[in-house]
């Protein structure tokens, strides 16, 4: 089955650092992925939607310059948290659209634990 | 626009005990109908699914199905165990809109105590 891999699974940094998460389709083309975060108590948030070659679409709330998405390939998109701080702590999942798949319309990676300290 | 309305938990049961988790949902249209569920320190993995209306969608002993009149998708199993603790995640997907995204519950975290 489609396979989306997420890396890192977990990173602690110190505050001002930027961080790149990557999340890749091992076995498909992607050319629609979603970037989530994941906020205490379970909430999910769906952040940006990233198409393969052209600029993501952030939802409302989510600053664009803070989080940047980047799908440079079918089977890529990076999302880098922008001098990151102790509020951006949270744990981040990607998922891909899979074309043509109506049984399953997004598979999700295995996620990020992000801490900032 | 569209939402999902899931119970609150935390939901803690005793092994081989029956589980119910509400889920409404409010959408134009006709979506469809997923669980997905969480385990600790993982992503989400889709659960079951319905797409139209009477639909029932199982997998691993888990059922609910799409009753559009009360617009709702409840999860039903009828005897839980120790390994189905985790946050369990009601969600619907209009894909009339094109985008195909998903719209989630705020998930609720079951915990089967043995």
């Known amino acids: 089955g489609a396979v989306v891999s997420q890396h890192p699974s977990r990173v602690i940094c110190k505050s001002g650092t930027s961080v790149k998460i990557e999340c890749r389709s091992l076995d498909f083309q992607a050319t629609t992925m979603f970037w989530y975060r994941q906020f205490p108590k379970q909430s999910l948030m769906l952040m940006a939607t990233s198409n393969e070659g052209s600029k993501a679409t952030y939802e409302q709330g989510v600053e664009k310059d803070k989080f940047l998405i980047n799908h440079a390939s079918l089977t890529l998109s990076t999302l880098t948290v922008t001098s990151a701080h102790p509020e951006d702590s949270s744990f981040y999942i990607c998922?891909?659209?899979?074309?043509?798949?109506?049984?399953?319309?997004?598979?999700f990676g295995d996620g990020t634990r992000l801490s900032i300290l | 626009g569209d939402s999902v309305t899931q119970m609150e938990g935390p939901v803690t049961l005793s092994e081989e005990a029956f589980l119910t988790i509400n889920c409404t949902y409010t959408?134009?249209?006709?979506?469809?109908l997923f669980w997905y569920v969480q385990y600790p320190g993982e992503g989400l993995q889709l659960l079951l699914k319905a797409t139209k209306a009477d639909d029932k969608g199982s997998n691993k002993g888990f059922e609910a199905t799409y009753r559009k009149e009360t617009t709702s998708f409840h999860l039903e199993k009828g005897s839980v165990q120790v390994s189905d603790s985790a946050v369990y995640f009601c969600a619907l997907m209009n894909s009339g809109a094109g985008s195909y995204q998903l719209t989630f519950g705020k998930g609720t975290k079951l915990s089967v105590i043995p």
């Open positions: 959408a134009t249209g006709y979506p469809s």
């Open positions: 998922s891909a659209r899979v074309p043509g798949n109506s049984r399953q319309p997004q598979h």
